[in-house]
Structure formats: C-alpha cells, structure tokens
C-alpha cells in the first residue's frame, strides 16, 4: 500500500538508528555468528546497509522493503553478522503487515507461521538434537511475532477508524435531526403566527381602506372600532405566541390553546368585521350536547381551519352567507366552512396562499383528510375530516 513517496521521518530516524547501531557492534566486535563463508568483517556491513535502507521504504513501500529485507538477512547469515539487521528485519516485517495491503496483512501471518513450523521441523530431522528447536524459536521470533504484532495494531488502528466514522456519522445525523427539528419548528411558528394575526390585520386592513375611501363620518367612526378591536387582539395574540416560545422567562406562564369552545366568538368576530363586506358568519355544531372532550391537537387544529378559513372569506369572498359546520360522525371530526365565491365590491386583503399550505400540513400531521375548493359555480368550500383517536394520530 503507497502512502507516500518520500520516506516519513520517523522511518529515516529508525534507519540511521539502526544503521549506527549495527556501526557501533561492528567496532566494537559483536557478531550473531562465526564460522561462515564470508569471514571478512567489512562483509556484515553490507546486509547491515541494505536492511537500513528498507526502513526507508517500510511505510512508503511495504512489499518492496520486505522483498529486499529478506535477501539482505539471507545474505548476513552468510556473514558473521550483526544483531542490529536482525532487529531492523523484525521491524520491517512489523511495518509490511501493518502499512501493506490488506491481503498482505492476512497472508504474512500464515506465510510466517508455516516458515517458522517447516523450519524447526526441517533443522529437527537435520541435526537430530533438541537444540534444532531453538533455531525454530528464533524464526519465529523474527519473523511470525513481529508479523502477528503488526496484525493486532492494525486491527486496533480499523477498530479506532470505524469508531471514530460511527461518531462522525452519528454527529452528522444528529445534526440533521438538529436541522429537521428547528425547520419543523419554524413551520410550527409561521402557522401559528400566520393562523393569530392574519385574521386581525386582515380586518384592520379591510376596514382601513374603507374608512379612507368612503367619505362618511359613521362609516369611518365604524371602521376605526373594529381597527382598533382587531388591533387589541391581535397585540394580546402575539403576546401568547411569544409567550409560548419564551424560554424559561421568569415571566413567561403557559397559555391556553384555543378550543372548539371559543367558536362563538371566533364567529361572532368574524360577523362584525364581515358586516361591511355583506357577509354574514353563522356556526351549526352538530355535535350531540355532553359529548367527551376532543384530543387538544384535534380541538387546535380544528380552530385554526375554522380560523383561517373565516380570514380567507373575510379577505376573497362574495357577499352572502358563510357558514361553519361541525360533526362528530363516530371517530372522525368533520369541519366545514362554506362561503360564496365570486368577485365583491369594496375593499379586499391580497393573500399569499400560506394559509391553505399550513391547514393541509396540521390535517396531515393527524393523520385526517383536508379539501378546499369550489363546488359547483358559486361556492367555495374548505372540509377537513380529523380523527379524533390518538393511535389514529401521527407524530
């Protein structure tokens, strides 16, 4: 496995260390061995250059450096020979299995393992004395360790790797988590604040123009008392809806969410500040009287279609009727508001369609039905079906 061409500089202190270690032995007279064909002792110097020159090569070039390591310690036992080749061999040995491929890393080990066993087996039935062991001993410790060594810092070292991109990965997902939670919460505060305040600022702008366009003192003394109701509620809303999103305030205390209970005023608000425009709000609640308490989602969600589709009326709908209707039909909830659809004199509110986006998304977190359109030429309806159980409901 290349890493790098140029040698690292740990692998250039092993060399030098070991290439004036084995300098220092040879002054000094310390051999492995005698007896060999090559007597002469400048001779173990060369084998003893080759092996330092290999641990350059031991992270940049794993194969290589082996390959060449193992003909320099086959050549130094044809010389008196020198520890410090032995110890720089067992290194690159080390260094093949750790740094080499993963084939490599798999195959030394075995390869070492039957070197070491075939040896101490062939020099048994050669010298046929117990001391031919030691020889097998020695194999083994120079070659089969050091490659089973190499093998367990490699597994430690993957270990640690895949450790390490688990958290990375686990940090990633919870910063997607992170994410998905805050764009989900910002989508929870836009509906909220859109469902309080549009319907008041859409009176306030609908009875602004006409109080300017119309040039009549009751009409404009009108306009500016629903102005200024509408201006009131929407103030005490937005003070909720801060308050809900405070945290930990001293101050902050938590609200109550609107309830089924509070369409008549919803409606009869709707009435007056449809009065100018020609509409007229009415609610049929067909639910059977004493009927158990509706899940709070169910209940909120149901108010705030209610609540946002009176503001669409209040701001695009024809003069007449507009009526909201409630059932229970065994576990499902239907809300219904019907309005005439069709052009209208006097002041209208522009709209963004944001309004229909976020009753769609609050039916769909319930798991319910939701429809919005006109029926036939003349009327524009909006229909949610909500079930009302909570296994029913997705989170």
């Not at 798999?106 to 048994?124: D, Q």
């Not at 039905?369 to 409901?393: I, T």
Request: aromatic share 4%; charged share 20%; net charge neutral.
């Amino acid at each position: 496995m290349f890493t790098s061409i140029r040698p690292h500089r740990d692998d250039v202190a092993l060399a030098v260390s070991g290439l004036l270690g084995g300098l220092l032995l040879w002054l000094l007279g310390l051999h492995t061995q005698g007896g060999r064909p090559f007597s002469a002792p400048w001779i173990t110097l060369v084998p003893l250059t080759v092996m330092a020159a290999t641990e350059l090569l031991r992270r940049s070039a794993p194969p290589t450096a082996l390959t060449v390591a193992v003909l320099a310690l086959v050549a130094d036992q044809f010389t008196r020979g020198s520890l410090a080749t032995v110890l720089m061999f067992t290194d690159v040995m080390y260094a093949a299995v750790l740094y080499g491929t993963p084939a490599a890393a798999r195959r030394l080990p075995v390869a070492t393992l039957l070197i070491t066993v075939a040896s101490t087996i062939g020099f048994l039935a050669w010298f046929r004395r117990p001391e031919a062991l030691l020889i097998g001993v020695v194999i083994g410790l120079v070659s089969f360790i050091p490659a089973i060594t190499g093998v367990s810092v490699r597994n430690h070292r993957t270990a640690a790797e895949a450790a390490r991109l688990a958290a990375a990965q686990t940090a990633r997902l919870a910063e997607m988590d992170r994410v998905q939670a805050v764009i989900a919460e910002r989508a929870r505060m836009a509906r909220e604040l859109h469902d309080m305040v549009a319907n008041h600022l859409s009176a306030v702008a609908i009875h602004s123009t006409a109080a300017l366009s119309i040039d009549d003192p009751d009409t404009s003394r009108s306009a500016l008392k629903v102005i200024r109701e509408n201006s009131v509620e929407g103030l005490a809303e937005m003070r909720r809806l801060i308050g809900l999103l405070r945290e930990g305030g001293e101050d902050s205390a938590p609200a109550a969410a609107p309830t089924l209970a509070s369409l008549d005023a919803l409606v009869e608000q709707a009435n007056t500040n449809g009065a100018p425009s020609g509409l007229v709000c009415a609610l049929e609640d067909t639910r059977a009287a004493g009927s158990e308490a509706l899940p709070t989602p169910v209940e909120l969600a149901a108010y705030r279609i209610v609540q946002e589709s009176l503001t669409n009326a209040l701001k695009h709908a024809a003069p007449g009727p507009v009526t909201v209707r409630l059932d229970l039909t065994g576990d499902v909830l239907e809300v219904e508001v019907t309005s005439v659809f069709g052009s209208r004199p006097g002041p209208t509110a522009p709209g963004s369609g944001a309004g229909l986006v976020g009753m769609r998304e609050r039916v769909a977190l319930l798991g319910g039905s939701f429809e919005a359109g006109c029926v036939g030429e003349k009327l524009w309806r909006v229909r949610a079906e909500l079930p009302v159980r909570e296994r029913e409901m997705r989170a």
